[in-house]
Structure formats: C-alpha cells, structure tokens
Nanobody, 129 residues
Framework: QLQLVESGGGLVQPGESLRLSCAAS????????IGWFRQAPGKEREGVSC????????RYADSLEGRFTISRDNAKNTVSLQMNSLKPEDTAVYYC??????????????????????WGQGTQVSVSS
C-alpha cells in the first residue's frame, strides 16, 4: 500500500527555520517525482517545490525567494524540505505528493497539484510571534 507520511511541522517565530520530511513506502520510490504543496485556510492548494526521481532537478514557487531547499534520499525513501527565514504567510498545512516521473510531459508541471496521484495527510506549519 502506497503511503506518504509528512513530519517536522510545528510552531515557530518569524525568521526561524523548519525541516519537513516525507517518508514514502509501498512503491518504487526512485520512479517518482515528489512535490511539496501547502494550503492555508481559505486558500487553494499551491505548489511549493518539487524534485525529479533522481534528485538532479528541482523547481520552486517564485514567491519563496530562495528560502526553501528540497532534497531527496532514494536509499531512505525520503524527501526533505528545508525552510529558512520563515514568514507568517508561510503558515499552512504542508503536503507531500508523488507522481510517476514518466507521467509528466514537462518537468515544469511538477509544481502543479493536478498531475499527482498520491498524497500524504499533511503537517501543520505555523509562523507567528
């Protein structure tokens, strides 16, 4: 059974950092691109970052201004999202999702939620003073 489990969320002050992790099981991890998405109350789910199956290529939402870094460890079936200089507007539930890399016609599609087949339950990130 395919499973994605997010962890690492919490409450932090503006300017602080968090590292989210996504642990995958039940599928051939290195065949899949992984994306991070977030959804704030009253807003639509938006793409944060994504990484290809090998970890060689990644994309980020323009709004992040270089504050987040995505990485993956195919030996451990995990993807991480390092979030620095957090702002109150980063407050949201963060989800990881998986899509077979061959399903993406263009890698740039990985930042969109529509192609993704599998989703985790999410982890809450709250940034407040």
């Amino acid at each position: 059974q395919l499973q994605l489990v997010e962890s690492g969320g919490g409450l932090v002050q503006p300017g602080e950092s968090l590292r989210l992790s996504c642990a995958a099981s039940g599928f051939t991890f290195h065949y899949y691109a992984i994306g991070w998405f977030r959804q704030a109350p009253g807003k639509e789910r938006e793409g944060v970052s994504c990484i290809d199956s090998s970890g060689s290529n990644s994309r980020y939402a323009d709004s992040l201004e270089g504050r987040f870094t995505i990485s993956r460890d195919n030996a451990k079936n995990t993807v991480s999202l390092q979030m620095n200089s957090l702002k109150p507007e980063d407050t949201a539930v963060y989800y990881c999702a998986a899509v077979p890399i061959r399903k993406l016609l263009l890698f740039s599609e990985c930042i969109l939620p529509e192609p993704y087949d599998y989703w985790g339950q999410g982890t809450q990130v709250s940034v407040s003073s």
